[in-house]
């Protein structure tokens, strides 16, 4: 009984240090960087640099309908995305279909660097 408790507690850990943990992003043919959560996670920071000549584009392939949060965890910069209007730094809104592009800007000169956090439920 005691090791099935510690299994359950070692995947536990290692599932939320997964969950934090960054992982690379890959160019999709867009232009963009696809951005590939660890497994069993559902929540995943990427981070960037962001100048005021163009964006960075992040793509995720989502669920529709699926409940998600994007925010902008450190950085002088904000965000648009797909299936919202208007720009954030911190947004709630539900999926509308399997593609969500989400696009960090920013106003300041020279690179920016900062973390943008994606969750989903």
Do not use: K
């Not at 867009?30 to 793509?59: D, E, L, R």
Request: glycine letters at 8%; hydrophobic letters at 40%.
């Amino acid at each position: 009984m005691f090791r099935s408790l510690l299994t359950a507690a070692a995947v536990t850990l290692s599932t939320v240090a997964a969950t934090l943990a960054p992982m690379p992003v890959q160019a999709t043919g867009h232009g963009c960087q696809n951005v590939q959560f660890p497994s069993g996670a559902y929540a995943h920071a990427v981070h960037g640099h962001a100048n005021p000549h163009q964006s960075q584009c992040f793509y995720l392939a989502v669920r529709p309908g699926q409940q998600a949060r994007v925010r902008i965890v450190y950085g002088n910069v904000f965000f648009s995305t797909t299936h919202t209007q208007g720009t954030y730094q911190d947004v709630r809104f539900h999926t509308i279909n399997g593609q969500l592009y989400v696009y960090v800007h920013t106003d300041w000169a020279g690179h920016q660097p900062f973390s943008i956090e994606f969750v989903f439920v």
